[in-house]
């Protein structure tokens, strides 16, 4: 991306997409997609994903979206620059009554928006958080674990598909690969912010161990960002509580 006025306003529109797709779009979607595969229909998390197996690959599909968004973000650090470039091209033009191009212009609000948006380092990651949380703090009769169960429950599934050499065998991809490893990253995320203790502590629901060792099992330069995504935005990693092996295993 460069600093030159088009490119400028090329960047600031696909920002303005991205953000309103964050803001309009995503959680609406995540909350539909939770209510569905919370509710108390069935027994059992695990019943409750085979059941819903399409409901369940839309919500891994959001997952894997967040997760590559955001590493494409957080090796893009021009893009902050290029909108204040932006934003300040268009406060000029003002100050001269130089028109706007019509839609390629922004107001106020959306720009504080977008620039907040953009100023987190995992912006998507942070909305989807944010709307697990919501939805779990709204929907205070259904039973927490109705969440969380589901979210472990989806973890475990990804890492056994990626540990047990029989299931890794029938992916027709490498894609295949990465969409599991960024949806059980994405899961234990969300885990670990709705979970009152965390996916970290001892004895939790989702291996943490066997899940990072999948990781560190793949090419580096391949799963870095997943890693960092562990390290540096779930919540619980830096508690007291946090098993010492995996905060090694993390460093």
């Not at 409750?48 to 197996?53: A, D, G, I, V």
């Not at 100050?95 to 928006?113: C, D, F, S, Y």
């Amino acid at each position: 991306m460069g600093c030159c006025g088009a490119s400028s306003r090329q960047t600031k529109g696909v920002l303005r997409i991205f953000t309103e797709i964050s803001a309009d779009s995503t959680e609406a979607a995540l909350h539909s997609l939770l209510r569905a595969l919370t509710s108390e229909t069935y027994n059992d998390p695990t019943q409750h994903l085979e059941r819903e197996q399409a409901l369940a690959k839309q919500f891994a599909e959001i997952l894997h979206f967040t997760l590559r968004f955001d590493e494409l973000k957080m090796t893009n650090p021009a893009i902050q620059n290029d909108f204040s470039y932006y934003r300040r091209t268009l406060s000029r033009m003002r100050i001269n009554n130089v028109p706007a191009e019509g839609e390629n212009e922004v107001n106020n609000e959306l720009a504080n928006r977008i620039s907040l948006f953009y100023a987190d380092a995992t912006p998507m990651l942070k909305t989807l958080s944010d709307g697990t949380t919501k939805f779990v703090s709204e929907n205070k009769n259904l039973p927490i674990e109705n969440t969380t169960d589901v979210l472990s429950t989806m973890a475990s599934v990804c890492k056994v598909m990626l540990e047990t050499p029989e299931y890794r065998s029938r992916f027709t991809s490498e894609e295949t690969v990465s969409f599991c490893l960024r949806v059980m990253v994405g899961v234990i995320i969300l885990y670990d912010y709705v979970h009152p203790v965390g996916a970290f502590a001892k004895s939790p629901k989702i291996d943490m161990k066997g899940c990072i060792k999948v990781l560190r099992d793949q090419p580096p330069n391949s799963v870095e960002g997943l890693l960092n995504a562990l390290r540096y935005t779930t919540k619980h990693l830096n508690d007291e509580s946090t098993n010492k092996t995996i905060k090694s295993m993390l460093q």
